[in-house]
């Protein structure tokens, strides 16, 4: 493999996986479309790729497309011959709203079918081109213009959105913490959604496989359900610090000051529906991290 476009690829994996994570909501699925891009260059004449980025963008957008395609989501909805485009919608108006929304954007995005989602992640938050965005879609520049611009009025009009509070989410986050590190098995489970799911990347797993000597508990790829994910993090996240992850609310282990592990938290209310723990150090390294 020519190490140049091994290089190129890095270069552009940071922009690749905040691509990936906004249209999927989930950090370890974001790594994985980002590695079938990667695997699908590599087998592809990257000599006859003009365009190498957004060449990138869109064999990732379709790998996207197919997993949210695969899940039990929102399903597509046609769209009117004379749907029209909302009065006043500049592309300043359309920034504003995607800095706006903030931690509640991925929450909303779950509301939107696969195409409607596609189309306002590259076009709104990452200033795609409706013509580069269409054949991702199968539709006209027209028709994937018609499908952000639902989006944009349903995100707009959602009750999710106007209800979502970053500071109520900040405060769920860091009682989990601070009940992780008392080891309070109790108001972990009270902190959690009955159904909620803990993942973790093949980093973390190995490597919590590979402490088990020092007495680190094992870590599985995915634990469902209140108590069980309360069971593997109770205790675990004693030195982990209050932390905005791609301005959402989580936590960060972070020695020196410098990200190791990521724990990112989907809070749906006043309880947690979903963490991800991410120690692989190229998606940790593309994540924008603040810590509190």
């Known amino acids: 493999m020519d190490q140049d476009l091994a290089a190129q690829f890095e270069a552009s994996r940071p922009r690749l996986q905040s ?22 260059l590599s087998r592809s004449d990257a000599d006859g790729i003009d ?4 060449w990138l963008t869109t064999v990732l957008s379709r790998v996207c497309l197919g997993v949210l395609r695969s899940r039990r989501t929102r399903p597509e909805q046609p769209l009117e011959p004379d749907e029209p485009e909302p009065d ?11 800095d706006a929304l903030g931690p509640a954007l991925l929450l909303v995005l779950d509301t939107l079918g696969p195409s409607e989602r596609l189309a306002f992640v590259l ?17 006209s520049p027209a028709a994937a213009r018609q499908l952000a611009s639902r989006a944009r009025r349903r995100i707009q009009g959602s009750d999710e959105v106007r209800s979502a509070s970053r500071r109520r989410q900040q405060e769920v986050v860091a009682a989990f913490l601070a009940a992780s590190r008392k080891g309070d098995f109790e108001a972990l489970v009270a902190l959690l959604d009955p159904d909620a799911v803990l993942r973790a990347d093949r980093a973390a797993v190995e490597s919590a496989a590979a402490n088990r000597d ?26 982990a610090k209050l932390a905005l992850i791609d301005s959402t609310p989580g936590a960060v282990w972070a020695p020196a000051g410098r990200p190791r592990a990521v724990f990112a938290f989907h809070v ?9 723990i991410v120690t692989e150090p190229a998606v940790v390294a593309a994540l924008r991290v603040e810590i509190l």
């Open 123 to 139: 076009h709104d938050l990452f200033a795609v081109p409706f013509e580069d965005v269409a054949p991702i879609v199968g539709r």
């Open 88 to 98: 006043g919608t500049s592309p300043e108006d359309e920034a504003l709203l995607a």
């Open 214 to 239: 020092q007495g680190a508990p094992l870590l599985a790829p995915a634990v469902r359900g209140a108590e069980a994910v309360a069971m593997a993090l109770s205790g675990r996240a004693t030195a």
């Open 51 to 54: 365009n190498l980025a957004g």
């Open 268 to 276: 749906v209310g006043n309880t947690i529906a979903e963490i991800e």
């Open 19 to 40: 691509v990936a994570y906004r249209m999927l909501g989930s950090l370890t699925e974001a790594e994985d479309a980002v590695q079938e891009t990667w695997i699908r």
